[in-house]
């Protein structure tokens, strides 16, 4: 598992080199999601320009199914991905200072429409950060049904309604120094109440980048103490969710 | 795709958009030489642009459209509902609940700086910048269906509001409160027709013509005003708008049209002069636009060619003559209009207009509601409305003195109707009667549609019916009539009734369980045709006059219909010899109608009236008369019915094959003929001349008057003949008198007189005019046919 650590794209402005709409570029790298950028082709590519120690490229998307997505570094195919679903996507690689980021998405049908994006560093949770119970909410809906049924208790109509997810990530018998030092850094940066992803990837060369979703709101709990050595720490984080399914 | 597209999907996820429209100034703005913040308030510049501010809940889906605020907690609407037998709706309105959030609502501004952008929250500076009140606000509902997005500009169903106020309710919590577009006309704070401020310039005393005026108004001949309590006719105009301004009438307290008299009276300086508005002929639809359009209501919003389609339908014989003589609240006016035509108006927040729709119990279903699938299951309930139930209504009509007060003594007719099956001891066993305020507008065609529609609507107590349904079960808007099956109301074999009609009086959408539903409300009556075709049996008593049964039916029947008339006991009769005491009228065609009399129940029309006697002329010499006059011809009988032309079976006496009628015991008889006057003979002079005697009356149910005496010339040796005798309602008319004719008995010619001048012809039983009429039992004890068809 990863987190995204920091977000190198936040409130910049990138260019819209192909399928440029009306909409303001800079909702994509805005944390509010209710700004959001809508191409006007379904062929689309966006330029950010040169960005240094890029390890994660994020979006959140819906219209992006069955399109190629992919994160180029001027030309070069950095990494690619066709969701069959519209989501959250993290492409994790190593490390690299990108000298023209871009993303290019391919596809037909209705164009895409991009609420967020993310670049920047990302830390491997230590022990895979999976316990027993950890609830996969990539895999899942967030939505709520109601089925309204006649006198033989028949389905008539069926009803959706969106649910925030929720997420309890369990992290025991992390390494002290571990939550001194990354897990700190990466408070300090969620603490300003911005949103991060959180990928079930296991390395940077997996290739599963929708096993993903992107967090908010978190509530950080104290770190509590191992019950027989202080080199280890265990640590909880709940938070709301949201999948893009 | 329309939102209808695809609205009978299965599967769908909802979600509601709210926009509301703002002017703004873009581009320079500055207040006091300073940066300005965009705003109407917040620049010198003229606004020159609408910004529109879109607003989601905080559950909906992620939307592929930018600028969206999710902010909303909840929202609430409550529909226009129709208020039966009021005329004017409830006014639908909502209540939208937002929480505040950061960021600036006008960011393009030149006062707006990345700390202005951090100052305070997004609606906290939308409520500071703007005047939010009386701007629209727009809720917008859309679905996604099978993960398709919607159009977001072609997609919705629209549902148009204006801000009421926009409130806050601390905690960073707002709430926006919005009317329906109809309360932007403020009709309980117009009046109708506008006030003026016109007055005498002089006095003037009641025999003057020429009133001098203000120079204010712009009078015309034509207009009608009203001074104190006298109305005039302005016939001719001078010096408008100048201090010498006057306007003449031409005859002081004559009559201002063939319903509308008044009283001249003397009138000081500086006296009201109000004008008056007057319809001649107009139809209901032309009032009703005429004062939507003087309370200010924008002509986009009145769908004129629907309304005169509606009125065409429902009120097609029916003209409105009247004055405004007054300015009353509007809101009063056009309650008085629509219940007395009996009509519903309510604001369409989706179409965006006012509705109008009559009231009638030939209304037919537009659908079929079925609990557990229009109607979802176990959500039904059902409430008794007594309070609206009569089973006899009276209203007054027909105020000739318009500027006299409202008492009763001041109106010349009544319409009664009853239902007397109702009032039975085997139904209601009592008489529940609606008496409706005195009414100046109607005529005598409007006022028996209006007790019988009334009766007909409400003799049984009307039931209240309130359900959830779900939108992609919603085929019926509100105003719709529809049948209702639920196992909640059972017919006698303890089936679902589909027999139950109702009129859906209100459609109020949800918004804040999982997806959108619908809790609708509905209001029964008895249709006059059910789900099987079958019409009911009406029932017709007490004592009738000029009775068509077209109206009795409530008129406006949209197709043929087999309809039985039961005549119990009652006394059909006709003032006039040249209007039938009972016709069909304009059923169409097809159409076969029965009329089975019970209890003795008749039908006459009215006696011929006698002659009038003759008188004397004189010449040269004016005490010896040149010779007398024969006398004139008695008049004709009236006519008991008149089938126009409608296939017509009349039951008189013996079996009728009606299950709850079977057996007949009734009359129609048709009216004797008015006897000739009698002649004046000139021979007679020893000592006096006498002038012809009247003949006598014919019989009828309102039996025929004897003729008047022949008039006496001026001098003192001519005397007068006696009056004719008057029939009877019994069957015998008037005895002739000195050689007048007598009048003729039922369906009998008046006679003769002694002269040979003709008496009037007998009346008629039953005339075909073209239909196809057969008489069950006409014995001649029961049918007297005279100059009739049978």
Redesign the interface.
Known sequence: MYITYDNRLKNTSPNVATGASGDVPSNMTSSDFSLNYTFATSTAGVVFGARANISHFALSGINIANKEISIRDNAEVIASYTPSNNGVLVFLFERRDFVNLRLVIKGSGQPATIMHVSAGNTMKVPNGGETSGYARQWLTRGVKSRVAVNSLSQPIAALQKSETLKVTLSLPNMLTTWVESTWQGFLNRIAVGDCFYITEQDSVTSDKPQASYVCFEPDISAPTAHSQTRALQNLQLTCRAYNGI | MAFDDNKQA??????TIVEIDIPIVSGTCTLGGQAGYGTALTCDQPTNATQTYRF?TL????????????CIQSISESATELQSGRGLSSRGSININFVDFK?DPNPLAPAVTNTVKNNGSFLAKLDARNILANRPIRIKNYRIVDGV?PDFDNDAETRHYLIESFESKGGGKWVARGKDELSRFNINEKLYPEPTDGYLTQAIADTGTRFYVDPNNQYTAGMVLRVGDELFKVTGVGNIGSAGAYVDAAFRGSAINSIHLTNRSEHSAGDEVFICKVFSGASIDDVLTDICTTVGIDSQYMPSGDWASEIAVWHSATTVNTIFVEAEDANDVLAKMLTSYMLDMWFDPVDREIKLSAISVWRQSVATLT???QI???TIKRQARDDLRATNALVVYNKPYLTSDDAIENYKKASLFSNSLLESSDYYGERKQKRFDNNPIIDDNAAELLTRRFIARYGITPQAYTWKA????LSYKTGDVVSILT?SKVGFDGQPDGSTRAQITSIKPNYN?????YTVKALTYAPAINESGVVNDLVISGNQSQITLYNEAGGAIPEAVNLTFVLDGAQVSSTSAIIPALRLGAFPSGSVITIILINGATVQGKGGDGGTGGTYLIDDDPTIPDFGTNGQSGFDGGVAVDCDGVEVNIYLSGATGNATYPNADGYIFAPGGGGAGGPADPLSGDPLYYTGSGGGGGAGSTFGLGGSAGAVPDDVRFESGATGNNGTSTGNGGAGLDGSGAGGGYGQNGSANAVGVAGGLAGKGVVDSGGVVTLYGATALRYINGNGDH
């Open positions: 299965f599967s769908q996820h909802h979600f989601t559950d909906a889906p992620t939307l592929p459209v930018s600028g969206v605020y999710r960021g997005y609990e557990g699938v979802d299951y176990d779900q939108e992609n079960k196992d369980g999982i997806g959108r539903d």
